[in-house]
């Protein structure tokens, strides 16, 4: 089983629409998870951190937190095509000197 | 301010020569990391430092991987000899504190031939 696990997508949404990005993680002790925006060629991006259960709003984004089942996921309003991107989850452990972990990421296409 | 700096931007080269790429970390920042990003695999950490000391390099892949850093503002991954399957962007990234998020630099696009 994978640390972290995302669907590789991709996921297409229409301009407008919502869309939902999901990550599981195995760690059940985790206590910091972060998403990344990744451009195609271009560096990971934070767009949103998250340390506690439920949601945490900044603009168009919703980051949601369930310990207890341990999945993080995102959500973009009102999607743009510029949100056209691979988002990766990162979770941080409670092993291993507190590594940061990436899942593959979900590419995400907002279609006209 | 200006964020962390990588270079090469992009490196090709003949397998069996050694590769040094470089980095600078955003001014203040006490951690340094490596990662390598390949479609198969993914994002993976290779060695981070605290305060210039190496603490994690698990992800390090062999001994023909090092990493140095000499001083708060400047560190080194080389490989040598470099080998086909080393082809992958090389990131570099740096945080605040352990627990804060990291800021990552531009990369180094790597082909072995």
């Known amino acids: 089983q994978k640390e972290v696990e995302q669907n590789s997508g991709p996921l297409s949404v229409p301009e407008g629409a919502i869309a939902s990005l999901n990550c599981t993680y195995s760690d059940r002790g985790s206590q910091s998870f972060f998403w990344y925006r990744q451009y195609s060629g271009k560096s990971p991006e934070l767009i949103m951190s998250i340390y506690s259960n439920g949601d945490k709003e900044d603009g168009r984004f919703t980051a949601q937190l369930n310990k207890a089942s341990q999945y993080v996921s995102l959500l973009i309003r009102d999607s743009q095509p510029s949100d056209s991107a691979t988002y990766l989850c990162?979770?941080?452990?409670?092993?291993?000197?507190?590594?940061?972990?990436f899942g593959t990421g979900t590419q995400l296409k907002v279609e006209l | 301010d200006a964020g962390v700096i990588q270079s090469p931007r992009h490196e090709v080269t003949e397998m069996g020569q050694e590769v040094t790429l470089r980095c600078k970390p955003i001014s203040g920042h006490d951690y340094l990391f490596w990662y390598r990003q390949t479609m198969m695999r993914g994002l993976e950490l290779l060695i981070y430092f605290n305060n210039n000391v190496p603490i994690d390099d698990s992800g390090m892949p062999e001994d023909r991987f090092s990493a140095k850093m000499p001083n708060a503002s400047f560190s080194t991954l080389k490989i040598q000899p470099s080998e086909p399957r080393d082809s992958a962007v090389y990131f570099c990234?740096?945080?605040?504190?352990?627990?804060?998020?990291?800021?990552f630099g531009d990369g180094t696009r790597l082909s072995i031939l």
């Open positions: 990162a979770v941080r452990g409670t092993g291993g000197g507190n590594k940061l972990t």
């Open positions: 990234a740096s945080s605040l504190q352990i627990n804060q998020p990291q800021h």
